[in-house]
């Protein structure tokens, strides 16, 4: 489905959003459920992502295909290697079979996996061969992904001796590491987290639990965009706590750069979006993005449309995702008048940007892409390629998006 975007006629002056569970806590309580089958999970992610996890999670077929989700590759690898008497083909989407998987790999075979590569090594599909893993310590590199990190962590305490990780380098990502030892903690597994060292006890769950998912940061942050490009919109969005595990939830601070205040309002768990009237603008914003490399799109795209400038770093991992968010970056936004320059972790947009109308923004089958560039639709008409990508985080985006004014026709 592609979709025509077009700047309201009238922009109303409040809204109300909904967002369903965070796609990051969701997934993992999913592996810890597995692993506990009596915690009880509410307000889960509705994305595509969470919902093919929850799929594979329950399958029993001898192939098991997670299209793009990313997530579900890493998070299944380690879980389904630490299940002895199954045996499973791990696939994916021609994208996924090119995101590399190799340091988890290596680091699971490493505590007694058996895991072999099907087609190219490095690279799904998998072949898991289910095992009793006995390796008490591993260390694996901290720079890549969380995700191959936090697959390890979710597995440690269902192992015999729990488990050592050893972090070699800097680490990237770490309020996603935060956050699934904070999760494991509110199961009631002992943590410890201490230099560049994690230690997970071994744990059995005695009795049920209820976990609760807090609302998504990163859809959240897409409502940020749009109220630091408007005039004077105030969005309510729902639930929030100021006490999150997410890492995105330092949009609150990064955005009030860019003149949006965020106010908690705990009588119902909502968090009200308002513009600052005569807020000053930086020349050019400066971030180091290391532990929240998602917000990299939506925060460009703002400052697009906003007109001024920034220099993003602490991107390395994007090179890696759904597509290489770096690249497609400069070339849609640079459809629209942005001038962009990349590195292999950097971002710059030079100020100034006067954005062209009617262009086509190519999404790269990323999710993030599509909404990252949407709310610069209040100011010029766009069309948006393959739009249905977003149901992969963030379903129901384009019907929230409409609330805003803007409008839509699919072609």
């Known amino acids: 489905m592609d979709l025509q975007l077009i700047p309201p006629k009238e ?66 690898t380690a879980y389904l290697a630490s299940r002895p008497n199954r045996s499973v083909t791990l696939t994916g989407s021609e994208r996924m079979q090119q995101r590399p998987i190799r340091i988890l790999v290596d680091a699971l ?14 690279y799904p599909p998998l072949r898991i061969e289910g095992a009793n893993l ?13 995700q191959y990190l936090s697959a390890l962590l979710l597995i440690g305490p269902s192992l015999p001796q729990g488990l050592i990780l050893n972090l070699e380098g800097e680490i990237t990502s770490r309020p996603y590491l935060e956050m699934t030892l904070s999760l494991l903690q509110e199961i009631g597994v002992e943590t410890a987290f201490e230099g560049n060292q994690i230690r997970v006890s071994p744990f059995e769950l005695d009795q049920p639990r209820d976990l609760i998912v807090e609302s ?9 965009s749009l109220v630091a490009l408007s005039a004077e919109m105030t ?13 995105d939830a330092a949009l609150t601070k990064i955005y009030a750069e860019l003149g949006v205040q965020s106010k908690f309002d705990p009588t119902n768990a909502s968090l009200v979006l308002s513009k600052r009237q005569g807020h000053e603008l930086p020349d050019r914003l400066e971030l180091n993005l290391a532990d929240t490399p998602d917000l990299a799109q939506t925060i460009a795209a703002s ?39 990349v590195g292999q972790d950097w971002l710059t947009l030079d100020a100034g940007t006067k954005l062209i109308p009617n262009q086509y923004i190519e999404t790269y089958h990323d999710h993030r892409m599509a909404m990252a560039i ?16 977003v149901s992969k985080s963030y379903p129901s985006f384009w019907s929230d998006l409409a609330m805003t004014g803007i409008g839509q026709v699919e072609g």
């Open 11 to 76: 922009r109303p002056s409040a809204l109300r959003v909904s967002i369903t569970g965070s796609k990051s806590e969701s997934n993992r309580m999913l592996i810890l459920q597995a692993l506990y089958p009596q915690l009880r999970i509410s307000n889960l992610s509705n994305s595509d992502d969470t919902r093919v996890l929850t799929k594979a999670l329950s399958c029993s077929e001898d192939v098991i295909d997670i299209h793009h989700a990313g997530t579900a590759m890493r998070f299944l």
């Open 109 to 122: 075979n490493s505590m007694g996996a058996n895991i072999s590569y099907k087609k190219n090594v490095g």
């Open 134 to 146: 006995s390796g008490k310590s591993v260390s694996i590199a901290a720079n890549t992904s969380s």
């Open 216 to 224: 998504d940061w990163s859809s959240a942050s897409y409502f940020y």
């Open 235 to 247: 969005v309510t969005l729902t639930s929030y706590k100021p006490e999150s595990l997410q890492g």
């Open 303 to 341: 400052c697009a449309g906003l007109g001024i400038g920034c220099h993003l770093t602490g991107l390395h991992t994007l090179k890696i995702k759904e597509t290489d968010r770096l690249e497609a970056l400069k070339a849609e936004l640079g459809k629209l008048g942005a001038l962009i320059s």
């Open 374 to 389: 949407a709310p610069l639709a209040l100011y010029v008409p766009m069309t948006v390629l393959d739009a249905g990508v």
